[in-house]
């Protein structure tokens, strides 16, 4: 293990960076990292670069061991990390999914203006805060009788949609309609079913959050007005959180198989936090079906909180969600495993992708995206901090060549929780935000300085890092009004 990387990474050109298949003994195939000069720098520092070459030594491993420029250290996979393996001959890793299975996005637009909500951010961040709820072991307001969590983990955002929580047309502008149908509530233990099920409906804590935005640049105005972003100054919703307790049951489970799967097949893997299996065993479709579910619990999850946010709207502005023009723009997932198609090698070949803090990226054309959608792109939601800004994007073909269809998530953290929360005690960040016209509504004030904007890099600057390699085109940049979090 090195903390010196001089000499032993290779520059492709401005924003792709090679660690070669000789760094360590194991490798399969390079990693391959985007990164700007200062980013890069900044991942220098902690062991996340490490990691990508110890995900570059898993079996069935095709092309790279990638990681998006929201890189940082994560669990077996760096947070950012992308990896694609033979859907026949490869491995799935639990690590390269995360413990919050189907952590995700989704992006409401409205036909407000900022100095509306600017005007009632009170009374909307407490109408929100009311509505939705948040902090460590907070629980929803869903309440599941009998076998009603086996229906939310086979059915989805579907399961949110028939029980009242949104519009059918929210599923039409979800990532695979917000629901995986190989998703088994068999292979999910009654132990993690017991955790999720009080949660549905629930932000959580950590760097989940609900965000009230204005759009204040817009990049490209014919794709915005594709997706519904028409005007600078237009309000929209973040909405970022996923599984709960249910998908880290899940993900703690199945760590505990596959650890005992490594042992008797003899796999080698230089971190035992890369547990894996193969994904033809019958521990491999296990775990598949128990993540699709719990990554169905996710996107209801995210269903119902945005029933809720047009509730409170509605409640404030005194008019109806209709009226208020409060549609879906996008879901995505960003801690997930999916099975794709690409050209290795020139030929066709189904993979399993990894994507553990990556988004799906897929360009115009693509028949999973929404039709309305499919001239300009998949949409591509990245948040920032709370303090700065957030971006949409949309993604490319040159996407589906260099990183499997994969984007970054998010800023990407640069000091960790406890650092973060040492370098800014006794500073009080809700004032600091105000002071900068945000409004920020929280269960814990304290632990706000975990998710300052000093413990996170600049989004801006990862974006341009995906923009300018290819792998997703800017459209427009929204800043913060109202922040709920846990």
């Given amino acids: 293990m090195s903390d010196d990387w001089s000499g032993r990474l290779r520059r492709l050109d401005r924003y792709r960076w090679e660690i070669p298949q000789t760094y360590k003994a194991g490798m399969r195939v390079p990693g391959i990292v985007f990164a700007s000069d200062a980013i890069m720098e900044q991942v220098k520092s902690d062991q996340a670069l490490e990691q990508v070459a110890n995900v570059a030594c898993l079996p069935g491993i095709v092309r790279a061991s990638l990681a998006m420029p929201d890189i940082h250290w994560g669990y077996g996979f760096p947070v950012g990390g992308v990896a694609a393996t033979d859907a026949d001959h490869g491995v799935v890793s639990p690590g390269g999914i995360g413990f919050d299975i189907n952590c995700g996005v989704r992006l409401l637009r409205t036909d407000l203006v900022a100095q509306q909500v600017t005007e009632r951010a009170a009374e909307l961040g407490e109408q929100l805060f009311r509505a939705v709820p948040a902090g460590l072991g907070s629980e929803g307001k869903v309440r599941l009788k009998g076998n009603d969590i086996d229906k939310v983990l086979k059915d989805g955002a579907g399961w949110a949609v028939r029980a009242g929580y949104g519009l059918a047309a929210d599923l039409e502008h979800a990532e695979s309609n917000g629901r995986i149908e190989t998703a088994d509530p068999d292979r999910v233990s009654e132990k993690a079913k017991k955790r999720g099920a009080p949660q549905l409906g629930s932000l959580g804590s950590g760097n989940h959050f609900l965000e009230v935005q204005a759009i204040d640049e817009i990049y490209d105005p014919q794709t915005a007005r594709v997706l519904g972003l028409t005007d600078v100054d237009q309000v929209v919703v973040f909405i970022h959180t996923g599984s709960r307790g249910l998908g880290h049951q899940v993900c703690q489970d199945y760590l ?188 814990d004030r304290a632990g706000l300085a975990e998710e300052a904007s000093q413990a996170y890099r600049d989004v801006a600057d990862v974006m341009e890092v995906v923009d300018g390699a290819g792998l997703a085109r800017k459209v427009a940049r929204m800043r913060p009004l109202v922040v709920v979090k846990g």
């Fill in 256 to 443: 505990r198989v596959m650890a005992q799967v490594v042992k008797r097949l003899g796999i080698e893997l230089p971190d035992r936090q890369l547990a894996c299996a193969p994904i033809r065993s019958p521990e491999g479709q296990e775990y598949l079906a128990a993540m699709a579910a719990a990554a169905n619990f996710a996107w209801a999850n995210r269903q119902c909180i945005t029933h809720w946010v047009r509730e409170a709207f509605a409640a404030t502005f005194k008019k109806s969600e209709a009226e208020l023009g409060m549609a879906l723009v996008y879901d995505v997932a960003h801690n997930i495993a999916k099975m794709e198609t690409y050209v290795v090698d020139d030929m066709k070949k189904q993979l399993c992708v990894h994507r553990k803090g990556a988004t799906r990226a897929f360009p115009p054309g693509d028949l999973s995206i929404p039709a309305s959608y499919r001239a300009v792109g998949q949409p591509v939601l990245v948040p920032g901090d709370m303090g700065r800004y957030s971006f949409v994007a949309v993604g490319t073909e040159r996407a589906m060549r260099e990183s499997f269809g994969s984007a970054c998530h998010g800023a990407g953290r640069v000091m960790s929780r406890g650092a973060a929360k040492r370098s800014l005690q006794g500073v009080d960040i809700a004032r600091e935000l105000r002071e900068r016209g945000v409004l920020v509504r929280a269960t």
